[in-house]
T-cell receptor, first 117, second 112 residues
Framework: GAVVSQHPSRVICKSGTSVKIECRSL??????MFWYRQFPKQSLMLMAT?????????EQGVEKDKFLINHASLTLSTLTVTSAHPEDSSFYICSASPQRQGREKLFFGSGTQLSVL | SQQGEEDPQALSIQEGENATMNCSYK?????LQWYRQNSGRGLVHLILIRSNEREKHSGRLRVTLDTSKKSSSLLITASRAADTASYFCATGVGGAGNMLTFGGGTRLMVKP
């Protein structure tokens, strides 16, 4: 099956610093990747849709200047949490689907646990 | 935004018993999928059912879809302790990349 690699798996940072999370599709190309945020014991909330070569589409209530998304190639999307604060602490997960017929199934990265002190 | 609700929110059963989880959604869909998440990990796709299908099987999993009621159920038969995880339904409307909207999830605990 298709593999999505997400790095780092865990990051602890001081308030005010920026954190970059990478999401790579290892064996397929993805023009679209999705970034989700998940609080403990809650569901996944879609933050934004990352589109290769163009601007990301953000969900309502998600600050685009706070959560910078770059999708510079067909296999890599990055999410940068700028000037992180404790309320940004959460589990962030990316997903993607291969560009071929029957691509409704999403493949997920293993997630990044962000803790902002 | 969340598409719908999952019921129950938490379920605890003994190994060998069956586990049934339900999902309701609000808008028209192209497909509905079920995913599993172990604690602190990413999601793993379990099964997909399209809007023109009513039932689908995969190993010990059985999924039903009732588009008239906008609901789906996931049945895990002969549960095992290793089935302990959170299970999420997700609805897709098709199109580029097939953006999914997730339900609230059911936390399943299977006691050995």
């Amino acid at each position: 099956g298709a593999v999505v690699s997400q790095h780092p798996s865990r990051v602890i940072c001081k308030s005010g610093t920026s954190v970059k999370i990478e999401c790579r599709s290892l064996d397929f190309q993805a023009t679209t990747m999705f970034w989700y945020r998940q609080f403990p014991k809650q569901s996944l909330m879609l933050m934004a849709t990352s589109n290769e070569g163009s601007k990301a589409t953000y969900e309502q209530g998600v600050e685009k200047d706070k959560f910078l998304i770059n999708h510079a190639s067909l296999t890599l999307s990055t999410l940068t949490v700028t000037s992180a604060h404790p309320e940004d602490s959460s589990f962030y997960i990316c997903s993607a689907s291969p560009q071929r017929q029957g691509r409704e199934k999403l493949f997920f990265g293993s997630g990044t646990q962000l803790s902002v002190l | 935004s969340q598409q719908g609700e999952e019921d129950p929110q938490a379920l605890s059963i003994q190994e060998g018993e069956n586990a049934t989880m339900n999902c309701s959604y609000k808008t028209s869909i192209n497909n509905l999928q079920w995913y599993r998440q172990n604690s602190g990990r990413g999601l793993v796709h379990l099964i997909l059912i399209r809007s023109n299908e009513r039932e689908k099987h995969s190993g010990r999993l059985r999924v039903t879809l009732d588009t008239s009621k906008k609901s789906s159920s996931l049945l895990i038969t002969a549960s095992r302790a290793a089935d302990t995880a959170s299970y999420f339904c997700a609805t897709g409307v098709g199109g580029a990349g097939n953006m999914l909207t997730f339900g609230g999830g059911t936390r399943l605990m299977v006691k050995p």
